[in-house]
């Protein structure tokens, strides 16, 4: 089981930039398909961006354009770049794995690991 530890929230203006990290331990993410995930303050989580099994990406229609998903395999590491940030996008953000078949930005079951979590806040 892969373990996952974030960093890089905090606290932007609208309009700001944040990079978020995903440092991988205990197996390789080359197995799993990597993404994230966030969970606004009384809503559920939701998928933001990941790698397809075929090593594509898909994000979700809010963050289209703005965010974008990259990963290191020789650091065992993910990435987040979130830029022209909105208070919308205000939540904890999650690093997560799978493999097929719950590769999907629907999917947050118990076949699916998670990280800890890192907050980002945006103001207006």
């Known amino acids: 089981q892969v373990q996952l530890v974030e960093s890089g929230g905090g606290s932007v203006q609208a309009g700001g930039s944040l990079r978020l990290s995903c440092v991988a331990s205990g197996d390789s993410i080359n197995r799993y398909c990597m993404g994230w995930f966030r969970q606004a303050p009384g809503k559920e989580r939701e998928g933001v961006a990941h790698?397809?099994?075929?090593?594509?990406?898909e994000y979700a229609d809010s963050v289209k354009g703005r965010f974008t998903i990259s990963k290191d395999n020789a650091k065992n590491s993910l990435y987040l770049q979130m830029n022209s940030l909105q208070p919308e996008d205000t939540a904890i953000y999650y690093c997560a794995s799978a493999r097929p078949p719950y590769c999907n930005l629907l999917y947050r079951g118990s076949n699916r690991s998670w990280g800890q979590g890192t907050q980002v806040t945006v103001s207006s």
């Open positions: 790698f397809t099994p075929l090593g594509n990406t």
